[in-house]
DNA sequence: CGAGTTATTGACTCCCCTCAAATGATGTGG
DNA sequence: CCACATCATTTGAGGGGAGTCAATAACTCG
């Protein structure tokens, strides 16, 4: 909505004054700790001016609701911090969370009118929200862009079919190993300093949200995390975080190798 | 690979002497039936001819394997006769079908080096393979054409979490109603007449293949299927065909009312 | 510290899987 | 055209993995 002129400290040569706001909105791609993750690491210089000039920036709370099923799909989002779940419901509120976008990761594309899946922040989120025209202009504009965002969207079909695989074959037990290994690898990309995040996973969701997005109940969840537990290939450590203190055996069960 | 001469009256005038098989390649895509339907319809007739000159049809028999999980990511496929399911398996043997692909339908897309998935003929299928640097090349000459593959790839994600709802969240019962009425719309689709289309689906493939499709084994797919003929909501057909005798009550049970 | 939320653990149930056998469909050669 | 082999589907009986219901424990945050 804000129109604001629009000149800054790399702008061409040119004399137009320009309020400290505008200058910081159109550094703000620039300076973007995942600019070299995401799609964004398809722009250069100029290209990023564009991104920050083409959309916003949001700073949600845990549990808000980006977008919701069924509305009319206006937006398209980039998750530069934190966590978001996307899902799908039954009427009587069955509820399956078809996957979590981590920092780095786009959400809100469709071809239909309107959006077919929820989506809802799991912790502190900082996203970049472009509005429809302006996604379709930068997709014109920016060649390398568009072909980023197919190659992104590729990839999401990819994780897709990884997640049918266990929805429809594997056992609670494999789901769960599954799981810890894809968060570890999440939090991998994300967490700014390598060393401590050696063999750490990140589950900022609950359980409840584990269970929707496994397609198992909380209760199974709780327990097959438990056994783990208990046979010590991992272990609980502060702030919604496990430490796997066995990879190898995750990876042989997540699998579905029954080696214990 | 038999190349019957054919030089057709949608030919532009021109003195240049080609060969046959020439002519019938350049020609294929402009006469193709679904050239309306996929990615096609992004094409004009100038495109239509790039296409044609970018790929090379096959013919395949039910059984045949595409492309086998882990290989390299050489081709790009589509779709123009038959069906196609892809699949992705775990070491026991354990398989989940990710999706079948009807007549108009791509597959093969990957931005990894090897496929992470197979794909497999159900029936007699026919499908046009570019290689991929032919697919990049056309991806870059025509934008209207990659616009269309990014919307396609959206629209396949979209089914890919509507599928991971089902298999997480949906009952045996309501899995099979689902699967039936996706099959009706399906032949909608391809049908030729419309009016035999009518509440009819196309089930060409076998019942170890719906039970690795809705992740359930072949005994329960039977047994739901028998449920519902019992409960004269289908009937069988000829040809591996059912006819949807009651849609709207199908429809409340796919969404899960517990209406019967 | 107490109220509300989230997670764990236990006892029991049920839907779907497993194992097994019969029936039906498809094709082949005599 | 039929006998026979093979494969696909149906149906039945019984078992198990995950769900349901319920109670307790552990957080979270005024």
């Known amino acids: 909505m804000t129109s604001s002129p629009q000149t800054s400290a790399f702008a061409p040569a040119g004399g137009a004054v320009h309020t400290p706001k505008a200058d910081m909105d159109v550094m703000r791609c620039l300076v973007c700790d995942i600019r070299n993750k995401s799609l964004c690491s398809s722009m250069d210089e100029e290209g990023l001016a564009a991104l920050a000039h083409s959309s916003r920036q949001l700073l949600l709370p845990p ?17 530069t911090r934190g966590t978001v779940k996307l899902f799908k419901s039954l009427p009587d509120g069955r509820r399956q969370i078809t996957g979590f976008a981590d920092a780095g990761q786009f ?29 379709e202009a930068l997709l014109s504009d920016y060649p390398t862009f568009e072909r980023r965002l197919l190659a992104a ?14 929805l429809g074959r594997k056992t609670a037990r494999e789901k769960v190993a599954t799981f810890l290994l894809d968060r570890m690898r999440a939090f991998h990309q994300t967490a700014n300093r390598r060393q401590e995040a050696e063999n750490m996973a990140s589950v900022p969701m609950t359980r409840v949200d584990i269970a929707d997005y496994l397609g198992l109940t909380i209760e199974t969840v709780s327990r097959t995390i438990s056994a783990f537990r208990r046979s010590m290939l991992i272990a609980s450590a502060e702030n919604h975080r496990i430490r796997i203190l066995s990879v190898a055996t995750l990876l042989n069960i997540a699998s579905g190798q029954k080696a214990d």
Chains 1, 2 share one sequence.
């Open 63 to 79: 549990g808000t609701t980006i977008v919701e099923e069924g509305e009319p799909a206006l937006a398209f989002f980039n998750v």
């Open 153 to 166: 969207v590729t990839d999401k079909l990819a994780e897709a079919q990884e997640q049918m695989l266990l």
């Open 107 to 135: 959400l809100g594309l469709s071809t239909a009118q309107t959006y077919s899946f929820g989506a809802e922040t799991v912790d502190n989120v900082r996203l970049c929200r472009f509005l429809r025209p302006q996604l």
